[in-house]
């Protein structure tokens, strides 16, 4: 049992509780005991995709996390809370609404590179502690600044359709109590920064009240099943388009085809050299088509990154 599953999170699941839903599932289908782990933690209160590697995939859990990732997220202004989101505190607040347009000429200060301070209620070690615990157990917690990149970030289309009236002369631009966004990231970007900081931008405050995650390195949210689906799998239902190849985690990186002597070679771990092809990261496959490692080509000299013990 190698491969992915593409879950749609709902809403108040943990991505722990994901993985323990897919093992209990695999059980129940009757696969027994599977390797399985996730490639990157969705908040409870986020929705969307969350890639579960089943097997050898699950060496690729790493390459996951540091992939890109798309959100689509809601601004609420007015009002800030503790772990910038909907549920916290409320430590701070503002009578000012920015307008539409307002909001659209100040995205662009905010895509590309930038520096952001990640939540005080975050995953993030502090002297060895979790810094939503610190967060929970009162402390004052003071976490640095890092460099993340936004490759995009706009107006979610709709909502933009949506408000797209022409301005008149004399009128007065209409304000607006909440705004939805779409922005594609590096990995280690907290969406909760980014929409406070968009708030203070605009002269007023705000938190996050809807994250959906729509895209997860290559897999978006059509190769998603819902928790209904994969507990309908769980019972007895068809595993088509439930279990995805391990290649279909490799999508975004080109294949190099081996010759039977080149793959034994690299399943064996040797370096291969005089083989034609760019540099960088690839996956390497047999004559059978068969994943067979991650290799890592520089200057002509081929390296095994990872390698995957698949059956033929």
């Avoid at 307008?99 to 990640?118: D, K, M, R, T, Y």
Wanted: charged residues 20%; proline residues 5%; glycine residues 10%.
């Amino acid at each position: 049992m190698h491969g992915w599953i593409i879950l749609d999170k709902p809403l108040g699941l943990g991505s722990t509780q994901a993985v323990a839903a897919v093992k209990r599932n695999l059980r129940e289908a009757g696969f027994g005991k599977v390797k399985v782990g996730h490639g990157g933690t969705l908040d409870p209160l986020a929705t969307g995709v969350l890639p579960i590697a089943l097997g050898e995939a699950t060496k690729l859990c790493g390459r996951m996390l540091d992939a890109s990732k798309t959100y689509d997220f809601t601004i609420r202004f007015g009002t800030e809370t503790s772990g910038l989101d909907a549920e916290g505190e409320v430590v701070a607040t503002s009578d000012h609404r920015p307008s539409l347009a307002q909001v659209e000429a100040a995205l662009a200060q905010f895509n590309g590179p930038i520096e952001q301070i990640p939540p005080a209620y975050s995953a993030i070690k502090i002297d060895g502690q979790r810094a939503y615990d610190l967060a929970r157990a009162g402390a004052v917690v003071e976490i640095k600044a890092r460099a993340v990149t936004v490759y995009a970030l706009c107006v979610s289309a709709p909502l933009r359709e949506q408000n797209d009236v022409t301005p008149r002369c004399d009128a007065t631009p209409e304000v607006i109590d909440e705004i939805t966004l779409t922005a594609d990231v590096s990995k280690g970007t907290y969406i909760r920064s980014l929409a406070r900081d968009i708030a203070y931008a605009l002269g007023t405050v705000g938190h996050v009240s809807m994250l959906r995650r729509t895209r997860a390195g290559p897999f978006a949210l059509q190769s998603a099943i819902s928790l209904d689906r994969l507990n309908a799998f769980g019972h007895g239902a068809s595993q088509e388009d439930i279990i995805l190849p391990i290649e279909a985690g490799l999508v975004d990186i080109p294949a190099l085809d081996l010759s039977p002597e080149q793959a034994r070679a690299v399943q064996q771990g040797r370096v291969l050299t005089g083989i034609a092809m760019k540099d960088g990261l690839h996956w390497a496959r047999g004559a059978d088509l068969r994943p067979l490692a991650l290799v890592q080509n520089v200057d002509g000299i081929l390296k095994t990154v990872r390698g995957f013990n698949l059956m033929p």
